[in-house]
């Protein structure tokens, strides 16, 4: 599993409902709330305290391993993550992906543990493992529990120097791997990336793809993969991050017990001496392939990650590609050349790279784009960013910061990518470096770098007299941190009990009647970090005659909900968003709008306000309207090439009763693209007027807020607002559907996509569903599930496999899904895999202890979602709107303590019919 290239944002605009979380998600009533705070722990024999900087502590064993703990009670969730600080930057010739195969092979198997992904999901921890250039990374987050925590930290040391790294293990993982492999040559993005990459870099490893050769990885050699295992993966070459609740003393004398036996090694890691020279002219590149739209990317080299020129090159990269502001943005997206730009600046251990690009509108001229994305980028856009544009970035990127320092998952990610730069105390540096920046300083280093002669695109530039880049300096770690401030700790926070029982009495429910309608409110106020809130806003009206011939119109109107209102321009709106430390999602569809927010406490009423005045004021501007079809043009392109994309719409339409005319009807690629495209500005002010308005509104929010000052600021962003016509929800019943099998072609695709939907006559009621709820988190639920098993583990024919059950709470209709990616050679056998997993579940059932493990696992995963405020907000939005409440959850939590595998089976043999599902399978052909 490769650390995701940031790819390209396509926005695609579909007037379909959202869908439910392909996995189940449950909790156990029972977890015992941590303190909110500790001493400084006694330290076990062989464990050195070292600097604390904000509430995050360093300690070291005599063997080298570095301890960073992170305490904070705040939510009951606790991460753990061990970065090995080796990547493919590490490999040498003829050992391309060897980081990354040794990644897949530590989920294998160790000396204590068969079948490591199975075990986690037994346990409910969410874990994963990444590989980078700079590190690798092995990670799992979990409800706070002493005894999972105890486990996997004892994991982590029998995987540190007892992986099998066998021949078995490998043979039976590399279809995985090549699956793995073929997914990302879907995609002419990541493709054209990497060998821009590669151009960029005629001798450091950065140049390689983190998956490596397909003959190298074909064709690896065991002995030499098992020296780079015990190469590197000691305790001197690690990092063990923990965060979130747990007790640091137990933590750090389990740490103890468990690492201190590795020995410190005796080998010396190899030294490294590869210095990328000086770029001397610009370099280009060419990709030609089938399906999708054109793309325009250039690259620069830039200093190494830690170095103080960086941040300001990764600030000013932010700047230049800035939506709706920056220089590219106007220069290729306003003049109708691009859909979409981008920019990133690659933070690496040694000197990086700065990449930006952009997606070109269809019909458009793709070197005229590149021309003009490398003239803004070395020239006029650098001269046209100013203060505000960097006040708005900084702020939006302190204010990312925050949000990453008070959440323990993402808290120990970024402590984990700064110690792949070489020091987890960076993590805080940057914050101050990007504090200190003034805008001189942030154009001085685009300048320096942003050259001719330092770029490689597809464009090849001669350059008589070149003007080079500097040779990157070196950079003084030590002299670098010294000056950071250290010994705060982190402020502390009360606890919060998350038992379901516990929500439901700390809410505060009520409906308010106002002259406009009703107003139906879930608050939960508890104390956060850094004073969060998030909240969710939903309006409803009207009923499905009423929108009939409407299309993709109320897609439309709420996606340019947030480019434009009276008195309000894109970037006024914007700049009010990030004065506010605020984010919002705003996603309507047929008649419902739905508002997700997220803010601080002081600023929550001033947030309600704008997100009302956006509701009540829209303009929709005429230009906005004609970037969004652009982008819907992009996007349809590549949907009518991607797999998944054709195997999810034609099972969809498959199934689907209703004509062009209905708001249910679901459109062929094509089709979406011409009903976008004959939209028009007063089609959506006539939708507005016309449906949206107070009457049926309803508020959930979650987290440290007043709620007087939050029902306040609605009472008088509604007051005066128009009635919206009476809300009948729209109905979608069950209905027989028979059973067919499409071949899709995809010429050229080197991944394939299975899809398969079974309609069931089911509502989340029925006395079938938290049995049969089991039984598809048994089927293919989880790592631990009879098709993962099959499929994945044993036969190594995809990369994700899985099932998941949907069921209506208003009606008798739902559906099972089965899903997998593969190489289209192994389409036939992945067929045959699922059929036969299937009717051997049938025949032989699920044994009582495969239902308690499942049961326990469903539970802790919903328990881990519970300690999730906007899993919380998002909750207790379908609870007002089914009239529910956290008691009905506590329900179905008894229900599921309950089952038995009799109760299972019966289930089980009562709804799935393999004979009655339609399969989609989307591949290239031959």
Not at 138 to 159: G, I
Not at 670 to 679: D, I, N, S
């Amino acid at each position: 599993m490769t650390l995701p290239q940031r790819l390209l944002v396509l926005i695609a605009l579909v007037a379909l409902p959202l869908q439910p979380a392909p996995r189940a998600q449950a909790t156990d009533a029972g977890a015992t709330p941590a303190a909110q705070s500790s001493p400084a722990p006694t330290l076990p024999a062989g464990i050195r305290a070292g600097v604390t900087v904000q509430g995050v502590t360093e300690y070291q064993l005599d063997n080298g391993l570095r301890v960073v703990l992170a305490p904070d009670a705040s939510r009951p969730q606790t991460t753990v993550n061990m970065t090995y600080l080796v990547g493919s930057r590490r490999e040498g010739p003829g050992e391309t992906g060897m980081a990354h195969l040794l990644e897949h092979l530590m989920f294998r198997g160790t000396g204590d543990q068969a079948d490591a992904l199975a075990e986690f999901s037994r346990r409910g921890l969410a874990a994963n493992g990444t590989t980078g250039l700079d590190a690798t990374n092995y990670y799992a987050t979990f409800a706070s529990d002493p005894d999972t925590l105890r486990w996997f930290l004892a994991w982590q040391a029998d995987a540190m120097r007892h992986a099998r790294v066998s021949r078995a293990d490998l043979d039976a993982e590399m279809t995985v791997v090549r699956n793995e492999m073929e997914r990302g040559e879907n995609s002419a993005f990541g493709t054209l990336l990497q060998q821009t990459a590669s151009a960029a870099y005629m001798w450091h490893p950065y140049g390689r793809s983190v998956i490596g050769a397909r003959s190298d990885v074909e064709h690896v050699d065991i002995p030499r993969l098992r020296a780079f295992y015990d190469r590197y993966y000691q305790p001197d070459n690690a990092v063990l991050i923990v965060a979130g609740r747990f007790d640091p003393a137990q933590t750090l004398a389990w740490i103890a017990a468990d690492f201190s036996p590795i020995a410190r090694p005796a080998r010396a890691l190899p030294i490294e001496y590869t210095v990328e020279p000086v770029q001397q002219g610009a370099r280009a590149v060419t990709l030609r392939r089938s399906g999708g739209s054109a793309l325009a990317v250039v690259l620069y080299h830039i200093p190494a990650g830690p170095d103080p020129e960086t941040t300001a090159l990764s600030i000013g990269t932010t700047m230049l590609a800035d939506a709706p502001s920056g220089p590219l943005y106007r220069a290729l997206v306003d003049a109708g050349i691009a859909s979409s730009v981008f920019g990133d600046a690659r933070r690496l251990a040694q000197p990086g790279y700065v990449v930006f690009g952009a997606q070109v509108q269809p019909g458009a001229d793709a070197q005229k784009a590149l021309a003009i994305l490398e003239s803004t980028l070395e020239g006029r856009g650098i001269d046209a960013l100013d203060q505000a544009a960097l006040d708005r970035s900084r702020t939006a990127w302190l204010r990312q910061w925050r949000q990453i320092y008070n959440q323990p998952p993402a808290l120990a990610s970024a402590l984990s990518d700064a110690s792949g730069l070489g020091d987890w105390r960076l993590f805080f540096l940057l914050r101050d470096q990007v504090e200190a920046l003034d805008l001189e300083q942030v154009r001085s280093q685009l300048r320096t770098w942003l050259l001719p002669s330092n770029r490689t695109a597809g464009l090849y530039l001669p350059t008589p007299e070149p003007h080079n880049a500097p040779s990157p300096p070196t950079v003084d770690l030590d002299a670098l941190l010294a000056p950071l401030a250290t010994g705060a700790p982190r402020p502390a926070v009360a606890d919060f009990d998350t038992r379901p029982q516990a929500i439901e009495q700390a809410t505060l429910r009520s409906t308010i009647e106002q002259p406009n309608g009703a107003l139906h409110l879930a608050l939960l106020p508890k104390p956060t970090p850094g004073g969060q809130v998030q909240a969710v806003l939903q309006l409803r009206f009207g009923s499905v005659e009423q929108l009939r011939g409407l299309g993709v119109v109320p897609a439309l109107a709420s996606a340019m909900l947030p480019r434009g209102a009276r008195g309000l321009d894109r970037q006024h709106i914007e700049d009010r968003l990030n004065a506010l430390e605020a984010e919002i999602d705003i996603d309507g569809s047929a008649n419902t709008v739905r508002v997700d927010m997220r803010t601080t406490r002081d600023h929550l009423p001033d947030l309600i306000g704008l997100v009302l005045r956006l509701l009540r004021e829209p303009v929709f501007p005429a230009e906005e309207l004609a970037k969004i079809q652009r982008s819907v043009a992009t996007s349809t392109e590549f949907a009518m090439s991607d797999p998944a994309s054709l195997a999810t719409n034609v099972l969809e339409r498959h199934s689907q009763p209703w004509g062009p005319d209905d708001i249910r009807y679901t459109a062929t690629p094509q089709e979406t693209l011409a009903r976008v495209e004959h939209a028009t500005r007063q089609d959506l002010i006539d939708f507005h007027e016309r449906f949206y308005g107070a009457g049926d509104v309803a508020v959930s929010a979650v987290g440290d807020f007043d709620p007087q000052a939050l029902e306040a600021a609605l009472r008088a962003g509604l007051e005066g607002w128009r009635t919206a016509p009476a809300y009948t929800r729209i109905p979608h019943p069950w209905y027989p559907v028979p059973a067919e099998v499409f071949h899709i072609p995809t010429p050229g695709k080197a991944n394939a996509n299975y899809l398969a939907a079974l309609p069931l006559k089911l509502q989340d009621d029925d006395p079938r569903y938290p049995a049969l709820t089991v039984a598809n988190y048994l089927l293919g639920g989880s790592e631990d599930s009879r098709l993962w098993q099959r499929i994945r583990v044993r036969d190594g024919l995809s990369y994700s496999v899985g099932s998941a059950l949907e069921a209506s709470p208003w009606e008798p209709s739902g559906s099972w899904t089965i899903f997998a990616s593969m190489a289209p050679q192994n389409a036939p056998a992945l067929e045959s895999a699922v059929r036969e997993t299937m009717s051997a579940a049938l025949r032989d059932g699920f044994t009582d202890e495969e239902v308690r493990a499942g049961v326990r696992s469903l539970l802790n995963f919903q328990q881990l979602g519970l300690s999730s405020d906007r899993s919380l907000a998002v909750r207790w939005m379908h609870y007002l709107r089914t009239d529910r409440s956290f008691a009905w959850l506590m329900d179905f939590q008894d229900k599921l303590r309950a089952l038995d595998a009799a109760h299972v089976n019966a289930a089980l043999r009562a709804t799935l019919d393999p004979e009655g599902f339609s399969v989609a399978v989307a591949a290239a052909p031959g």
